[in-house]
């Protein structure tokens, strides 16, 4: 399976019709909160290479790890929960880890949610040369022993990653409490883990592999999903089509402080809305593996409450919280 390189912003810019109105921001940022590779700096790639034809400077993208997201929602809601310059990366996960309480007091009523970047489907991972040729091989092992195989992801106990993994040993009616997890601080080091030999198996995201299926390193045993995804996904088996019903479906998107005035926040939400009508943005979200989702101001916010009220559920289901 090949992927395509994205193109230079020169060459997408010349080749595509821009907007003519470009949107002022001033310095505009994107904080990825966790180390370079992964998710949340996949999201913010494609703010950085998306909005380019909509914006008059460039989106700069900084990590702030720690937490899987926690000290960036700290930060946000406490020194720059008025920063009218920076939106910050967020997936389901993070959604998650709001309503189980793991970014502390802090409420989706904490954050004003600007846009989506996409979306994105879980995925059972493992290299290229793993002993594991299919899902079942693995699903087999989890229902004799789950004690017997390392998993891993970017995210502790009880975060959509363990999540993911618990499902899997769930629909074959493993006992959680035996699943061997171990929880790294973003996606891109559980990569290195899993390529370093250090877990088995990684329970990431098909939009962090693009990369890695490209380069022949790691083989997906399936996605979570109940339909084959389009291209370039379109080789990847189904957790469903191997009889193994397990479905995440992630939103990745920006979120901002709560604090940012109303001009500030229509004018990131203006951006967005802008470039979604663009070959570029459809082409830089394509490029970098991610499906289309194009949800912005009001939609979004309501998207993100329906998805914190269904998280609940599940995490009380799962025990992680009460009530």
Not at 8 to 27: G, N
Not at 76 to 84: G, I, L, Q, V
Request: charged share 20%; hydrophobic share 45%.
């Amino acid at each position: 399976m090949r992927f395509t390189r994205l193109m230079t912003s020169a060459a997408v810019a010349s080749a595509l019709a821009i907007p003519a109105i470009a949107q002022e921001i001033d310095r505009p940022e994107c904080v990825a909160p966790a180390q370079p590779g992964g998710g949340f700096d996949l999201t913010c790639r494609i703010a950085q290479g998306g909005l380019e034809p909509v914006l008059k400077e460039p989106v700069q993208v900084r990590f702030m790890p720690g937490g899987i997201g926690a000290v960036a929602y700290n930060m946000f809601n406490t020194t720059r929960t008025d920063d009218p310059s920076a939106i910050v990366a967020f997936s389901t996960g993070s959604i998650l880890n709001v309503v189980t309480g793991k970014y502390g007091a802090w409420t989706i009523d904490d954050a004003r949610w600007v846009a989506t970047a996409g979306a994105d489907f879980g995925a059972v991972v493992v290299k290229a040369d793993s002993p594991y040729g299919n899902l079942e091989q693995l699903m087999a092992d989890l229902k004799a022993d789950p004690s017997q195989v390392v998993l891993g992801a970017g995210g502790s106990v009880g975060s959509q990653d363990w999540i993911k993994a618990a499902l899997l040993l769930d629909v074959v009616g493993g006992d959680v409490s035996k699943l061997r997890y171990v929880a790294f601080d973003g996606g891109g080091d559980a990569m290195a883990a899993l390529l370093g030999g250090s877990i088995e198996v990684y329970t990431g995201d098909v939009g962090e592999l693009a990369s890695q299926l490209d380069a022949g390193t790691v083989r997906v045993l399936g996605v979570m999903s109940p339909e084959r995804l389009p291209e370039p996904y379109a080789d990847l088996p189904t957790t469903f089509e191997q009889g193994y019903e397990v479905d995440w479906t992630i939103l990745r998107g920006f979120y901002m402080g709560k604090d940012v005035s109303d001009e500030d926040y229509n004018a990131w939400v203006a951006a967005f809305e802008q470039a979604y009508g663009t070959e570029h943005w459809a082409q830089t979200v394509q490029q970098l593996g991610v499906l289309p989702l194009n949800l912005a101001g009001e939609a979004l916010e309501a998207s993100v409450r329906e998805r914190a009220e269904r998280l609940h559920n599940l995490a009380a289901e799962a025990g992680l919280i009460q009530g």
